[in-house]
């Protein structure tokens, strides 16, 4: 890596995690100068039980002291409402299912923590994402590469991050196993060593989350059907059904024994549709049923890492693989459509539940391409409801 060699202020965010603070160690060890800064992004509620941001500050300040390091705090919640919160709610009313995580990293991590860094006369910022970034000679350009550990690789969520920001970017734990990061936090004596990993975005943290919707998003109850047109019970309000959900649908007790074979009247449920026109819900009995199942999806606002969109044609033979959601396997696909508005991806197999404001990530081997928001996602033919608009 360029900067490996050379000696650089740098700015790592510490989250209060064994991540970041094993980053600034690392960091430190190399000989760089380490400056740790806490983001603070949320503060509606932050003294709730569901939300850390009081401990997990407690805990950066702690590493900061072991490790010898100063550290600052800085609140970026106003930025955080504006840039993350109101766009998570925008689309949950619309029907869909946002990643506040990628815009996180792209509006807050990557640009207002960045902006703060390089006020500090900061060469480079650091995160605690296991993820990697590489300089290409032939191409001038600088790659998100996915992190060595495929169990954490977080590449998915920062696939938003341009040249300008890799640039200044060092992730010094994308090189190593989880496992390792836990050895070393243990043996230089970390205060947060054991520390369990985060599970969620502080505003909605270990809260039931839609009790957490309830208090921002309004809702219009209306009629859950099936495949043949049953209405089988009422749904709370669409923006609070995913595609793929199987639990919180409340039909407890509904049967198909047209399920298929392994299935029948004990085959789970599950959310396949969400029709905003008719504010209707539809569901669908086994996890296999082709309502679930896309060989195709469209996306738009899409972001490259290089600032160029992948070629039309450009495939699996090339090497081409995309996520649909963060913990699947890659998928291979071939871009059969790309411009201005967005791009087609045809998939060699078919995806499970592809759900409209989800993030689909292009990948060449361990090369993050960058990707787009899923608009929609193609059923297959006589199988999907007369009227789907999500």
């Known amino acids: ?3 490996a060699t050379k000696k650089h202020r ?32 949320w503060e509606d509620d932050d003294d709730s039980a569901y939300c850390s941001t009081r401990q997990d500050w407690l805990d950066a300040a702690s590493v900061a002291d072991v490790i010898g390091i100063d550290i600052e705090h ?22 869909r299912t946002p990643n506040p995580d990628v815009l996180c990293n792209a509006e807050i991590k990557f640009k207002a923590f960045l902006d703060h860094a390089m006020r500090l006369g900061a060469e480079h910022i650091a995160t605690g994402h296991y993820a990697r970034v590489r300089h290409n000679p032939a191409t001038g350009l600088h790659e998100l590469l996915k992190g060595l550990d495929p169990l954490k690789d977080q590449s998915y969520f920062l696939h938003r991050l341009n040249q300008a920001q890799l640039a200044r970017t060092m992730f010094p734990v994308g090189e190593l196993p989880k496992t390792e990061v836990r050895r070393i936090a243990a ?8 520390k369990k990993d985060s599970t969620g975005i502080c505003f909605i943290g270990e809260r039931p989350f839609r009790e957490f919707l309830n208090r921002y998003l309004s809702h219009q109850p209306g009629p859950i059907k099936d495949d043949r047109g049953r209405t089988l019970g009422e749904h709370v309000g669409l923006s609070f059904y995913t ?4 639990k919180g649908i409340g039909i ?82 071939a871009v059969t459509a790309v411009d201005a508005a967005g791009l087609t991806l045809d998939f060699t197999e078919d995806q499970w539940a592809v759900t409209p404001g989800q993030s689909v990530v292009l990948y060449q081997g361990e090369v ?23």
């Open 1 to 3: 890596m360029e900067t």
């Open 10 to 41: 740098v700015v790592v965010g510490l989250s209060g995690g064994v991540d970041s603070a094993v980053s600034a160690w690392l960091l430190k060890q190399q000989g760089h100068e380490v400056i740790g800064l806490f983001m603070k992004n």
């Open 74 to 95: 800085v609140n970026f919640a106003a930025d955080y409402k504006d840039r993350v919160f109101a766009e998570f709610l925008r689309e949950y009313s619309a029907g």
């Open 187 to 194: 043996e230089i004596g970390l205060p947060n060593a054991r």
């Open 243 to 246: 595609l793929g959900q199987r």
């Open 252 to 333: 407890g007790g509904i049967k198909d024994k047209r399920a298929p074979r392994g299935g029948g009247e004990h085959a789970p449920w599950f959310v396949a549709r969400k029709d905003m026109a008719s504010n209707t819900l539809h569901i669908v009995q086994g996890h296999d049923h082709p309502w679930l199942l896309a060989p195709r999806l469209t996306a738009d606002d899409m972001s490259w890492v290089s600032g160029r969109a992948p070629a039309p044609g450009l495939g699996a033979h090339g090497g081409l693989a995309a996520k649909t959601r963060y913990r699947q396997e890659d998928a291979a696909c």
């Open 368 to 390: 993050c391409l960058g990707g787009a928001v899923i608009a929609s996602a193609a059923a297959h033919e006589g199988r999907k409801p007369a009227s789907v608009s999500a």
